[in-house]
């Protein structure tokens, strides 16, 4: 649950710049701040197209606009000057185009992360944040690898970062996310069309936006750790089956993609092994000692699962059903 007077206390009167601010996250974490005491938000990304729709939308002078890419370090310097906290969602994401471009995701997720990292440092901005994936646990696919490597880099410390903290925070799947499994699956079962199933085995963890922006705050208290939400998960034939009985629509088996795993994992035995449970959070240092002997992966196969009926409520709730 946000507690949106402690967010207050800790946004008031800051300036926060979030990378990739364009995309869901930048989206709701910008519509939760813009109900905050916070002094500015500057939102970077590619996309002025998206830039101006957000400015018509969000007419706030506290707002800020910057046109830019996380690949120019000019730029990164440019956009943290005077910022108090950074919260870094810029990547890309794809994964089917990332296999087929794996050079272009290394000069955005990892090159670009460095970038925002070093001009951070150099700044002085207080905390930043960067915002991770289950994908980067135990990679099979570029997109993952390369998020393990943005990871690394923030938490590493052998670079004096003077006043600058990092933190990570992991998640899976966002309900609404642009380009996630359930406003696509949403869009073709309005339609009409069959819901494609890789396989029906397939399990995915589950979030939500506010969750996730609630994550992303606890975070802050956590620097130099990897912070993830204690969350449940849900097979995605069940989804289909939801869609399937409100639209009318079938289900077709496609098969596995190139880099999709049947189970995504948020935190590895050895992350596990290392994690401490404060309420719903997992919170991991990888420079700890094990405070557990045994342990296994967090994954979204052994995560609690989400009912069916809470997963219907979520869903009207969040405008997908």
């Given at each position: 649950?946000?507690?949106?007077k402690?967010?207050?206390?800790?946004v008031s009167?800051?300036?926060?710049?979030?990378?990739g601010g364009?995309?869901?996250?930048?989206r709701?974490?910008?519509?939760?701040?813009?109900?905050?005491s916070?002094?500015n938000?500057?939102?970077?990304?590619?996309?002025?197209?998206?830039?101006?729709?957000?400015?018509?939308e969000y007419?706030?002078?506290?707002?800020?606009?910057?046109?830019?890419?996380?690949r120019?370090?000019t730029r990164c310097?440019e956009?943290?000057?005077?910022?108090?906290?950074?919260?870094?969602?810029?990547?890309?994401?794809?994964?089917?185009?990332?296999?087929?471009?794996?050079?272009?995701?290394?000069?955005?997720?990892?090159?670009?992360?460095?970038?925002?990292?070093?001009?951070?440092?150099?700044?002085?901005?207080?905390?930043?944040?960067?915002?991770?994936t289950?994908?980067?646990?135990?990679?099979?696919?570029?997109?993952?690898?390369t998020?393990?490597?943005?990871e690394?880099?923030?938490?590493?410390?052998?670079?004096?970062?003077?006043?600058?903290?990092f933190?990570i925070?992991?998640?899976?799947?966002?309900?609404?996310?642009?380009?996630?499994?359930?406003?696509?699956?949403?869009?073709?079962?309005?339609?009409?069309?069959?819901?494609p199933?890789?396989?029906?085995?397939?399990?995915?963890?589950?979030?939500?936006l506010?969750?996730?922006?609630?994550?992303?705050?606890?975070?802050?208290?956590?620097?130099?750790?990897?912070?993830?939400?204690?969350?449940?998960?849900?097979?995605?034939?069940?989804?289909?089956?939801?869609?399937?009985?409100?639209?009318g629509?079938?289900?077709?088996?496609?098969?596995?993609?190139?880099?999709e795993?049947?189970?995504?994992?948020?935190?590895?035995?050895?992350?596990?092994r290392?994690?401490?449970?404060?309420?719903?959070?997992?919170?991991v240092d990888?420079?700890?000692?094990?405070?557990?002997?045994?342990?296994?992966?967090?994954?979204?196969?052994?995560?609690?699962?989400?009912?069916?009926?809470e997963?219907?409520?979520i869903?009207?709730?969040?405008?997908?059903?």
């Amino acid at each position: 649950m946000l507690d949106v007077k402690k967010i207050d206390d800790m946004v008031s009167g800051k300036t926060i710049l979030i990378t990739g601010g364009t995309g869901s996250f930048g989206r709701a974490m910008l519509k939760f701040l813009l109900n905050t005491s916070v002094k500015n938000i500057r939102i970077l990304s590619r996309h002025e197209d998206l830039q101006v729709q957000m400015k018509r939308e969000y007419n706030d002078e506290r707002i800020q606009f910057f046109i830019g890419d996380v690949r120019d370090y000019t730029r990164c310097l440019e956009v943290t000057r005077n910022v108090d906290i950074v919260f870094h969602a810029a990547a890309l994401k794809q994964i089917s185009e990332i296999e087929r471009h794996p050079m272009e995701a290394i000069k955005t997720n990892v090159i670009g992360t460095y970038n925002i990292k070093l001009a951070c440092i150099e700044n002085e901005v207080s905390n930043v944040v960067g915002i991770s994936t289950d994908k980067a646990v135990k990679p099979i696919n570029v997109y993952g690898m390369t998020k393990a490597l943005d990871e690394r880099i923030l938490l590493n410390r052998e670079i004096d970062s003077k006043k600058t903290e990092f933190s990570i925070v992991r998640y899976g799947n966002v309900v609404g996310s642009r380009g996630s499994v359930i406003p696509y699956w949403f869009d073709l079962a309005r339609k009409g069309m069959q819901l494609p199933l890789t396989d029906e085995r397939m399990t995915r963890f589950w979030i939500t936006l506010n969750e996730a922006i609630e994550l992303v705050f606890f975070s802050l208290k956590n620097p130099w750790k990897i912070v993830v939400k204690n969350c449940k998960s849900f097979a995605l034939i069940d989804l289909a089956k939801i869609y399937s009985e409100k639209f009318g629509v079938k289900t077709v088996i496609t098969g596995i993609r190139p880099g999709e795993k049947l189970h995504e994992c948020l935190l590895s035995d050895y992350e596990m092994r290392k994690a401490r449970l404060i309420g719903d959070f997992y919170v991991v240092d990888l420079n700890e000692n094990d405070i557990r002997k045994d342990a296994e992966d967090f994954t979204s196969e052994n995560a609690e699962r989400i009912k069916e009926d809470e997963m219907k409520k979520i869903l009207i709730r969040e405008g997908f059903l």
